[in-house]
Every structure is written in C-alpha cells, then in structure tokens.
C-alpha cells in the first residue's frame, strides 16, 4: 500500500477523464471524477486477470452499468495498457476504439456494451449465474468474481428491482457490486426524485450492503475484502462520492459536487479546465500522459497480475491432468459448439401448436445440451419450456446443478440476464414469454443485437387467438417490430435478428434447429397457443422438406405454372391450405403456397431461389395475422396483403378467425377479390 501512489494514479483518471471530455466536447466528466477512487483500488489490488490473454474464461469481469462515465473505464484501462495516448486522445471520434458509451471489447477490458441505464449490472448477474452454473460443475476452483458498477440513475430504473431481486435470491456471493452515491444526475440532485432507502432495498433483497466514503481508499479496501471473502449472498457497496471530484474555479477555489458537472464539460461550467488539470497533478499542455510514478506503478502492477495469473492457470492445469472427461466437456461448452443433434427424431403428435411441439424440442434439447439455461417469466407451464424443466430443475441459493432459472414476472429482467450469460460464454441462454410481452423486453433484445449475442427468445401467443384474454394479451403489431430487427444491420454487416415463425411442428424443429445453430445474432421463435393442421408433406417425410426452411422460405405447395401464390408464415400457412383446396376445387385455379419464415434468411438468398419461391410475375397474395406490412415487402406493389389493422377483441379463438376473415372459405373469396382486380391476371 502506498497512500501517495493510490492518490496519484485516482488523479490521473480524473485528469484523463476530464481531458477526453473536453477535447471531444461533449461526454460526462463529473461521474468518473467520483469513481476513480474505487476502480484504482479494485483493479490495483483485486481484479483478477491475465495482461496477457484477455479472453481468459476465467478472468473477473467487470460489468459497467452507467455507460455515460466510459471515461473512467478508458482512463482506467490506459493505465493497464489496454489503450495508447491517440486513443484516449480520440474519444468519441468516428473509427475510434473508445466510443461515446463502452461497447463490448473484451480484448481492451470492455465486457458489455452499456448506456441505457439499469441494464449493465443486470447482464452482471446473468454473468454471475453462468459463472456458478459452470462451477457447480467443474470444481469451485472456478471462483472467478463479477464487478458491477451503477450510479444513481441505475439504481432507479425499474430493471434494478428484478436484477437485485434475483441476485438476493439465488446468494450470487460472486457478484459485487458498486453504487456510486454522489446525489447527483443529469438534470437534477436525487432528493428531487427519490427518497428511498436503497440500502435496506438491497438487504430486503438479500444482499450484504455496506456503505463507505468513496474516496477513502482503506474504507475501499476494507469493503473490497469483505466482499471477496463473503459466501452467501451478493454484495452492494454503497460508495459516498462527489460528482466532480478534484474540480476548481480559475481562483483556485473549489468547486465539487455540482449538477452541471455531470454532463457537459467542465469548461462550460464553474470549473476552470486547466486549473482543474493542475489541481490534479496533470500537465494542460499535454493531459493525456500517464504521470511517470503511476506509469512505473502500473507496469510493474501488470507483471503482478501476470504472474498471478500464470499461478492460477497451473492450479487448473493440475485440475485438467487429474479430470480429463471433465476438463475436455468444458473446453467443448467454452468453444461455442454444439453436440450431435438429430431434430428428424423428436416425434410431435399431429395437429400441435407450435408452443407443444417446441416443448417437445426442448425435452430433446435438456437430455442431449448439457450447458444451456431456460428461463421463464412464471409461465413455463404455458409457453411450453416446461418441456425442458420436466427434465431438469430449478437454479437455487446454494444449489445450481439445475438449469432451469425461475425468473417471475420480469421480462426485461429475464433478457438482460441472458444477455450476461451469452457474454459470459460457455453457457446458451433461452428466455420465454408471451410474444405480447416481448414489448418489456425490447430494450434488451436491442442490446442482445448490438452486441450479437446468440440468445434464444421464445414467444409464444403469437396472434390474435390468445382470444379470451383480449386485446391486452393479443400480438398484432409485434411481429412488425421484431422483423425490422431483421432489416437492421449489426456491426459485422450482418442482420442483427433472427427472426422465425413456423408453420408447424416440423417447421418448429427446424426453427429450433436454426436458432441453436446461429451463433452470431439472437434469434426468436414466435409460436402458436391454438393447435394447428400440419402442413401436408409433398413427398415422404414433412421434417427434410421443413429443412428448406432455413433458406427462410420455400414452396410448402407448388404446381406448374401457378395462377397465384399464397404466402404466409405461421398458422396462417394451414389456413391457406384450406383456402387453395377451395380455389382449386371452386375455382379450377392452380395455386403455390409459400411459407416464409424468416424475412431476413429469405432475402440473403439468390435472387433467383428467391423467384422461385415468389415469382414477381404472377399475382401474389399474403396473409398475416399481424400488420400487413409484414409481408407488404414479400408481395410487392401489385400483390395484396390481408392482415389486421386494429387491436384484438375478446372472445374463443375461432370465433375470432370467424370475425377477422381468416377461415379457408373467407381467405379464398379474398384471394378471388384480388384476382379480379389485378392487372396481373391472365
């Protein structure tokens, strides 16, 4: 310990945050002044990784929930070596490395991408779960921490409620967590919102709470400790901090623990910028330099690490020589792989709901995939993961040989978990909910896209045959939302969702199948309540034509030289095998039928595969129970797409089938309408 070396290095965070700030002209200064404090200590004297090898499995990992105070992860990191001077000097530039708010780079230090509030430290749980998923498997050598760390805004979205419940709940002892506590946001001071008492909030939860001044190293320290050495439950240091710490006015005075320092910098405040660098023992003509002590601090700092870790890698060696089976498992679950699957086998009785023949999958899946997590929002028993659950058990406190994570009625809550556990790795996570609630979880299925995190979101419900339930529980404008996820591009230049609605139950094997394979981007099954016709297979076996599925569409019924094409996915598909049995036996009319699971897929195929599926010179009809613009794109200008164009009503399932115009008989005199319309018909 050396007081005067811990003073400088917080300062020369601060500095550095200060300068980035003002150099880019915009960003947020007076956060990370309050923080420096706790992450030199935490990462001097704490933090557990390789300098080496970043991508360590497993390394510690620090989870940043307020992704606004990206400077005090960069400063931080600067001084470990992770960064150079120009790229601290380019903050928030175009083609930078240290973006506006941290973007998941773990080879720089950055374990999750962060700014919208409340959702950081929520992934630092899931972390946290995957890491005991995997130790109550492997050995408790694994006992690797996570760090979270969270501001007053964090603290109030509504998120933190299931993250904090949660954590209590299971005694995640290897989740520690930092509150930065300086009274202060954006716009106003905390007393002018909230007046709550988050300690007792946090030990109501289950959590070990303790609250020190933020700025004293040994109360720090000493929290730190406790902390590491704490084995039932998980642990929220509530650090006392002031925002702008360390600024002054041009006479020198002080000038701390203002709101205007927050988010702007600090030379359009009170604070003086060069006065402030000065008082922080920073140089104004060249601000962003490591000071030389701290610089001979941390390179030394860096070989200690190392070394640790070299320690901790022989220690898991010998576990390696001495478990062979077990230590060959872990390896295949950190590659990302799957085992040998055969879908072909999983038997579904006729007539399912998608939702039934998915529970089917997933039964499969929890006796052959021996690392995944199926969690619910307290309704395993109706979107169908049930099927999984039967197989396995519940995670508990003190207990996580199971894999199934009982998440109660929170669904963002539930994905930003997920969202940990993929960042994690060696662990798949899948997350199930009506598809009407899939609207909760929007924030962190966005997330899960930007940073293509390959969680698997099942919904179920998917149409306005909830029925009973009424316009509340029915999806109508769902589907849209989700396929635009598909028109999106993620930063690989790649669709940035995966989105699947199957026809049936072979088609829901191969979704499934789909979903499991891609490991780039999330993916999502959106299922069926009501039981539905199967698709009639053209040939022998329904499954090996479902397969064409992954092309994202094919014909599921095809003739020569059609006179109109249906398209549809979902249940809508068997409806329109109703309505061309109609059309052909009425109407003496040749009809193709396509079914289009995925937009997205579909699109990335040739031009001419895509042609083959939807003709653009022959009338084009879709049918979707959800906006018509789901399929507006597939038919183009001349086709017509029938859809709903308002919200559910209540009332049985068929019944609604009945008023909304989606039986066989109704779509096929809709199909005629067009017919009669169109400049398209010969």
Request: glycine share 10%.
């Amino acid at each position: 310990m050396n007081k005067q070396i811990d003073q400088q290095s917080a300062d020369n965070i601060r500095s550095l945050a200060v300068a980035m700030v003002e150099k880019a002209k915009s960003g947020h200064p007076g956060g990370p002044m309050g923080g420096a404090d706790f992450m030199h200590i935490l990462y001097s004297e704490f933090f557990n990784y390789d300098p080496t090898d970043m991508e360590w499995p497993f390394r510690d990992r620090f989870f940043m929930d307020a992704g606004h105070l990206s400077t005090l992860m960069y400063a931080q990191y600067y001084l470990l070596g992770n960064y150079s001077k120009e790229d601290i000097a380019n903050f928030r530039q175009w083609g930078s490395i240290t973006p506006g708010h941290p973007e998941v780079d773990v080879a720089r230090g950055i374990e999750n991408t962060s700014g919208p509030l409340g959702q950081g430290h929520t992934m630092g749980v899931g972390a946290a779960i995957a890491a005991k998923f995997l130790q109550a498997r492997f050995g408790d050598w694994m006992n690797h921490k996570i760090y979270g760390f969270i501001s007053d805004g964090g603290i109030q979205e509504e998120v933190s409620q299931g993250a904090g419940r949660i954590a209590g709940h299971l005694g995640l002892s290897n989740f520690i967590m930092f509150f930065d506590s300086n009274d202060i946001q954006l716009s106003t001071s905390t007393d002018e919102v909230t007046t709550e008492d988050t300690a007792m909030k946090y030990e109501s939860w289950g959590w070990k709470v303790v609250t020190i001044d933020g700025h004293d190293h040994d109360q720090i320290r000493k929290a730190l400790t406790d902390a590491n050495n704490e084995t039932e439950k998980p642990t929220l240091i509530i650090g006392k901090t002031i925002m702008g710490k360390g600024c002054v006015t041009a006479d020198g005075s002080m000038f701390e623990g203002y709101c205007e320092l927050h988010g702007q910098p600090i030379g359009n405040t009170g604070a003086d910028y060069k006065k402030t660098l000065l008082n922080l023992g920073a140089n104004p003509e060249s601000p962003f330099d490591i000071y030389g002590d701290v610089q001979e601090f941390y390179k030394d700092l860096i070989a200690e690490k190392t070394a640790k870790a070299t320690e901790k890698k022989a220690q898991i060696n010998a576990w390696r020589k001495e478990n062979g089976a077990l230590a060959d498992k872990l390896d295949f679950f950190l590659s990302g792989k799957l085992p040998e699957l055969d879908f072909e086998t999983i038997e579904h009785k006729a007539g399912l709901a998608t939702r039934g023949a998915s529970s089917n999958v997933l039964g499969y899946l929890a006796d052959h995939v021996e690392n995944m997590i199926v969690s619910s929002a307290d309704l395993s028993n109706s979107d169908k993961t049930d099927g999984f659950l039967k197989k396995s058990s519940a995670l508990q406190k003190g207990d996580f040989s199971g894999s199934f994570l009982q998440a109660g009625v929170a669904e963002l809550t539930m994905a930003c978990i997920a969202n940990g556990i993929a960042l994690h790795g060696g662990v798949i996570p899948v997350v199930a909910t009506f598809f009407v609630f899939s609207d909760y979880m929007k924030p962190a299925i966005r997330l899960s896209g930007i940073q293509e995190l390959p969680v698997k979101y099942v919904w179920t419900h998917d149409a306005f045959r909830v029925g009973e339930d009424g316009p509340t529980h029915q999806p109508i404008e769902q589907e849209a939302q989700i396929r635009l996820l598909e028109k999106l591009k993620n930063h690989s230049g790649k669709n940035s969702f995966l989105a699947m609605r199957p026809a049936d139950s072979a088609e829901t094997s191969v979704a499934w199948k789909m979903a499991l394979e891609n490991t780039d981007t999330p993916s999502g099954l959106i299922l069926s309540r009501q039981g539905i016709k199967d698709v009639p297979a053209q040939g022998v076996s329904r499954y090996q034509e479902a397969l064409a599925a992954e092309q994202g569409g094919y014909l599921v019924k095809e003739v020569e030289n059609p006179d109109v094409v249906l398209i549809a996915n979902g249940s809508e598909v068997s409806t329109l095998v109703e309505a061309a049995a109609i059309l052909e036996e009425q109407e003496n009319l040749k009809v193709n039928i396509a079914s289009i699971i995925s937009e997205g897929v579909f699109r990335q195929q040739s031009k001419d595969y895509q042609n083959s599926v939807i003709p653009k010179n022959k009338p084009l009809f879709g049918l979707t129970a959800g906006l018509p613009v789901n399929l507006e794109s597939l038919v183009g200008e001349h086709g017509k797409v029938f859809g709903v164009d308002h919200f559910g009503y209540s009332a049985p399932a068929k019944v609604l089938d009945d008023k909304f115009g989606f039986t066989g008989e109704k779509v096929s005199k809709e199909v005629l309408a067009y017919l009669s319309e169109t400049v398209l018909i010969k």
